[in-house]
């Protein structure tokens, strides 16, 4: 059981990057530091358009619309985190 909670806690922290990643580009391409022309920018960010949209478009469905702020990132960062003491404070029950 150990091992999964180890694996779960992986998962979360890969998304947790992602997110990271994708907000961080986000900044990047809107400050028109990077370019979504050149091929290696766009395919980065296409990848984690597909990736975090699932998790986004729940959240967005929620959400009351904003006017061109995006709160669903920070609504994800704040489940994982969420999640992660969940699954902290219950491990020793899992053993």
Do not use: C, K
Not at 46 to 74: F, K, T
């Amino acid at each position: 059981m150990q091992s999964l909670v180890q694996i779960l806690m992986l998962i979360l922290d890969v998304v947790w990057f992602f997110v990271i990643a994708h907000v961080i580009m986000s900044w990047l391409i809107n400050f028109q530091v990077l370019n979504t022309r050149q091929e290696f920018v766009a395919q980065i960010w296409y990848g984690l358009n597909r990736i975090l949209e699932p998790l986004y478009g729940r959240v967005r469905r929620i959400l009351p619309p904003m006017q061109g702020i995006d709160l669903a990132p920070l609504v994800v960062l704040l489940a994982i985190i969420a999640i992660r003491i969940v699954v902290q404070n219950n491990a020793p029950a899992l053993y």
